[in-house]
């Protein structure tokens, strides 16, 4: 059969749109990825071009005073938090994939919850737990003395912590499914060849899933590069912080984007290793199944000793941080809780859906555009457009306020010649600036749900519906979405969590008075009223629970579908 034959065909006939643009080598399909590809393109050239523009004083001052400790700081924070989540991360996977351990099964789902919870909620509950007019300290000084000394909790070494345990599921999930997939038939011929478990582990199965686990300490690395909110309740100063204050407490906005075009540069070489160092790697999955029946059955002392080690993390990365700041929320509810409490939640829920619907939208017709066009510019445009998750949310603030000023600049002008009224901001402290970030933030998040549910739909199945008379939207309606519908809800919920939780565009980018429970969080935890803060935290981790346990439950029964 000829090969054509496969190929996807269009939903959608041919238009005159599409032949008119066929000399510039872009079809109807081959334009979406080039548009959205410019959403990434240019914030990130406007920004790196802040490189040519003469320094004010802000940014000598910065250079001279604040460069040095930030550059320092983000190094020793990036370290020990892969470092860190490598290690909960990949024994906890290895455990619940391939050991049976008392509550293994419970564990298997609940050490993913930290997820629900933001990390600069995590943070000022340990601050406030922990620090020296904390209840632990303070009790503890009322029994041992008032001489006794504790560890500095406002450190690197306590940030690194914090962001360690809200982080680490990132890693626990990749490399639990990279445990899963492997099967048990790799350890196997490991120990046939005279290997212990021990050194199988380390020799063959590390090594085999060292894909999943680089990716998700690529998350992790992006995520602790782009985190806000908890440097800022630490006071550890880092690139993100220093936009921040650049913009808001200097004023100075050309200050503001040298140093994110700074922090553009770092992400963009460790982007090069990553690609340097997985380029030549080729894995093959050796069997979907197998490992669940066949567990290692751990001895009764060393099941016992995982069961309190999976007890320890969950509990504090978890457990602990629900528990204060249930206590928190019952002791300032009856004082804190107002009406605007319903306001500041809709605000989030209405960031968080319409987000989530317009970046998996924008996200299927990324996939659908390459599948029916798959050709080298259209895959590089992919590539560009799914880049924004790299990007810090102080850097796209920064980078889509200048041509969105220019923009609006523009229509103003334009207001006044032809109606002679001036309009006002159009774009600019809108919600479609903080949805157009969202968007270029969180694309990526979305792309690979929708691109590895896509992958099932083979070109046959599309073949055999156009035999039945089925093509078009219907095709679409009945065959291609029942098939995605689980790809689609990964994406979905994923997304609205990290708007949900996103702190810096919402930020530096909402419209006067658009307040969210992220930025009431930000509001109390700047003036050190940890208890007031608990009550937006607590419905925050319950918004973004719900989703978290309907998106393990829906990854569990497609583990078990397997």
Not at 42 to 49: G, R
Not at 383 to 389: K, N
Not at 531 to 537: D, G, H, K, S, V
């Amino acid at each position: 059969m000829n090969r054509s034959s496969h190929a996807p065909q269009p939903l959608l006939p041919s238009d005159g749109l599409s032949d008119s643009l066929k000399w510039t080598g872009l079809s109807g399909w081959g334009l979406i990825p080039v548009s959205i590809a410019l959403l990434v393109i240019i914030p990130l050239a406007v920004v790196l071009f802040s490189l040519f523009t003469p320094s004010d004083d802000a940014w000598r001052h910065i250079v001279d005073t604040l460069l040095g400790r930030l550059l320092l700081n983000t190094f020793w924070l990036s370290l020990g938090v892969l470092s860190g989540t490598a290690l909960l991360g990949v024994s906890l996977a290895w455990f619940c994939a391939t050991c049976d351990f008392p509550f293994r099964k419970f564990f298997d789902w609940a050490l993913m919850l930290p997820m629900a919870i933001p990390s600069y909620v995590t943070a000022f509950v340990v601050i406030g737990l922990l620090d020296f007019s904390g209840p632990v300290q303070s009790n503890l000084r009322r029994l041992f003395g008032e001489d006794l000394r504790f560890p500095e909790i406002r450190s690197t070494g306590g940030v690194v912590i914090v962001m360690i345990l809200a982080l680490y599921p990132y890693v626990y999930l990749l490399a639990r499914n990279a445990f899963l997939s492997q099967g048990r038939r790799a350890m196997e011929a490991a120990q046939s060849l005279g290997l212990s478990r021990w050194r199988g582990f380390f020799r063959v199965a590390l090594p085999m899933g060292r894909p999943w686990i680089f990716g998700g300490l690529m998350l992790v690395l992006m995520e602790t590069l782009a985190d806000f909110g908890t440097v800022s309740i630490f006071n550890y100063d880092t690139f993100a912080t220093a936009i921040y204050k650049a913009w808001f407490g200097f004023f100075s906005l050309s200050a503001a984007s040298q140093l994110a075009s700074l922090l553009i540069l770092i992400v963009f070489v460790l982007l090069w290793m990553e690609q340097r160092l997985t380029a030549r790697t080729r894995y093959t999955q050796i069997e979907k199944s197998g490992a669940r029946g066949d567990r290692i059955v751990l001895r009764p002392l060393s099941g016992c000793l995982v069961c309190a080690y999976a007890s320890m993390v969950f509990l504090a990365a978890f457990g602990v941080p629900v528990t204060q700041l249930s206590v928190w929320t019952l002791n300032v509810f009856q004082n804190d809780f107002s009406p605007r409490y319903f306001s500041f939640l809709f605000h989030s829920l209405f960031l968080g859906g319409f987000g989530a619907i317009l970046t998996v939208a924008t996200a299927l017709l990324l996939v659908y555009a390459l599948r029916l066009q798959g050709n080298p510019l259209n895959r590089i445009m992919v590539r560009i457009a799914t880049l924004g998750y790299a990007l810090p949310g102080t850097v796209l603030a920064v980078g889509l306020f200048i041509p969105l000023a220019w923009l609006d600049n523009k229509l103003i002008a334009l207001g006044k010649t032809w109606f002679g009224r001036d309009p006002g901001l159009i774009l600019n402290g809108t919600l479609i600036a903080m949805l157009l970030a969202y968007l270029v933030r969180f694309l990526a998040v979305a792309h690979h749900p929708v691109q590895s549910a896509m992958k099932r739909i083979t070109p046959s199945i599309d073949e055999t519906s156009r035999s039945l008379r089925i093509s078009g939207f219907s095709m679409l309606r009945k065959v291609h979405l029942p098939v995605l519908r689980s790809g689609l809800f990964t994406a979905a919920t994923l997304v609205f969590v990290d708007i949900m939780k996103e702190m810096p565009i919402t930020l530096m980018t909402r419209p006067f008075g658009w307040d969210t429970l992220a930025i009431r969080i930000y509001e109390m935890t700047s003036e050190g009223e940890w208890e007031r803060a608990a009550l937006p935290a607590m419905a925050l981790v319950l918004t973004g629970l719900f989703p978290i346990i309907l998106l393990t439950r829906n990854s569990r029964e497609d583990d078990d579908g397997q």
